[in-house]
């Protein structure tokens, strides 16, 4: 039985210059962007400030300290390599949501419901029962078990929400729990908002040369040694990602056996992230972490539709796990969202319901593997070192032999950031493909470990991805 939050049972159940270097690339409008309270200025006064002329001194509020602990005052990345900030021609291979919709005979679910009364009005706080059966019919026995589906799934507003209603309902202050970076960038933020201090296991790249290619490597390893340092009697969770976003790694049986006895050792809570589940690469073993012998009793699965149908803007997600584990999450969901949103959660069931027949993941696993090799030939063809994705949608490519003119115009938003944020800066501006600089995902003492990379994302279309992999040959002119 695991200790609750006592919350949870208080509430029970600058002007842009043209690039130098490339004039006749479309270029970024970046001089109205320079600092997020500038951003949100903008947002807030529109319509006010055209009828005034004279600027009028906002009242200000003091900001609960959790946001600047939680680095959500600091402007994140994706709004700064957000498309509004590049040029306009420029290829998005940053933020991680596809170019092309969700399968057709899967939105008519919401189409429907749309057109229902029910479908319009609030789903049980646990999602649809509907929903519920078909996640229960998606995994079958892949837990060691057939899950229960009302007491061991519940339905969350995107995988996001269900962590957080997880750590809402679990930890208390200083509770501990330990991520391996890089990390999801969102974990951070929402382990400290619920009071939460997250304790940080880096990831080792390897210096192996991948089989079968050239210049790529093997995938990041975990140092178990470090692992076990890094626990201490606060510690309440570990945090598992597989296949791991940002670095496409999909842990081994053995690497998660020892991940399990860890946690039993400490009694620990384990959440295994597996949003990308039905993305891993080369015939390669998936190790659902809740189905190693008495992992069942200790450990919250995440799951997201968005990853799954191609569909991240449904915000459908659900958590899956003992009653024990469960129950409070569903208490804590409750009381953040009521429920995800119905429509989309009949898309998800309709989905799910559908897949196996239809062979729907079978034919995106080819696709995806056919993305990737464009991008990584593309890599190859260029000399730079990258990660080989053993599983998800992202390459890493180390860009530390990237240099740029000196004196180059960088906007003030880049200031103090990690060198990959200019990297990426730069490759967005002078040969058009935008990515995702990887220290983000860091502890501020650790961003030198990330700023060695840049993250790219081949969930786009091929013809989308060919255009970047030419592109990207251009930068073979800045390379050290
Ligand atoms: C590792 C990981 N976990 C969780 C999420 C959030 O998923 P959702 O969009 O369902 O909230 C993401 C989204 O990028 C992710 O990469």
């Not at 501990?176 to 890089?182: A, D, G, H, K, T």
């Not at 539709?305 to 999450?329: C, D, E, Q, S, Y």
Request: hydrophobic content about 40%; aromatic content about 12%.
């Amino acid at each position: 039985m695991f200790k609750l939050a006592s919350r949870a049972r208080r509430v029970s159940p600058s002007t842009t210059k043209p690039s130098p270097l490339r004039p006749t690339l479309p270029l970024f409008r970046l001089s109205s962007i320079t600092s997020m309270a500038a951003q949100q200025n903008q947002q807030t006064s529109a319509g006010v400030s055209a009828s005034v002329s004279k600027p009028k001194q906002e009242k200000t509020f003091p900001v609960a300290s959790r946001l600047k602990e939680g680095r959500a005052l600091t402007l994140d990345v994706w709004s700064v390599f957000n498309a509004a900030n590049l040029p306009p021609g420029c290829i998005n291979l940053g933020q991680g949501y596809m170019n092309f919709p969700p399968p057709a005979w899967a939105r008519e679910g919401a189409e429907e419901a749309l057109r229902s009364v029910a479908g319009n009005h609030y789903a049980p706080p646990k999602g649809t029962l509907r929903l519920r059966k078909a996640i229960k019919q998606f995994y079958g026995t892949t837990f060691g078990k057939e899950l229960d589906p009302e007491t061991e799934i519940v339905v969350t507003s995107g995988a996001n929400e269900g962590q957080y209603a997880v750590w809402a309902a679990f930890l208390e202050p200083g509770d501990e729990v330990i991520i391996f970076e890089p990390f999801f960038d969102q974990y951070l933020p929402s382990i400290v908002f619920n009071g939460g201090k997250p304790v940080y296991v880096p990831l080792h790249p390897s210096t192996e040369t991948a089989p079968g290619v050239k210049i790529g490597k093997k995938t990041w390893n975990v140092d178990f040694a470090e692992l076990k340092r890094a626990i201490t009697p606060r510690t309440k969770m570990i945090v598992l990602n597989t296949p791991h976003n940002p670095v496409g790694k999909v842990f081994t049986r053995n690497e998660l056996e020892q991940v399990a006895q860890i946690a039993e050792e400490h009694d620990l809570i384990v959440m295994s992230d597996e949003v990308y589940e039905r993305l891993v690469f080369d015939g390669r073993e998936f190790t659902r972490f809740a189905s190693l012998p008495g992992m069942w009793d200790r450990t919250v699965t995440v799951g997201s539709a968005g990853k799954l149908f191609a569909a991240t803007g449904w915000r459908v997600g659900w958590i899956i796990g003992p009653p024990a584990l469960i129950k409070p999450t569903l208490a804590a969901t409750t009381r953040i969202v009521f429920c995800s949103n119905s429509p989309l959660q009949e898309a998800a069931a309709t989905g799910l319901e559908q897949a196996r027949e239809r062979g729907f993941f079978e034919q995106q696993l080819a696709e995806y593997e056919a993305r990737r090799a464009v991008l990584i030939d593309a890599f190859e063809k260029l000399g730079l070192e990258y990660t080989w994705t053993e599983g998800s949608y992202f390459v890493l490519l180390n860009i530390s032999r990237v240099r740029w003119p000196e004196g180059y115009d960088f906007p003030e938003m880049l200031e103090g950031r990690g060198r990959d944020f200019k990297a990426a800066w730069f490759i967005a501006n002078e040969v058009g493909v935008s990515s995702i600089p990887v220290s983000e995902f860091y502890c501020e003492e650790h961003v030198d470990i990330g700023q060695n990379y840049a993250r790219f994302a081949f969930c786009k279309d091929i013809e989308t991805l060919r255009r970047a992999g030419e592109r990207l040959q251009r930068l073979r002119e800045f390379l050290a």
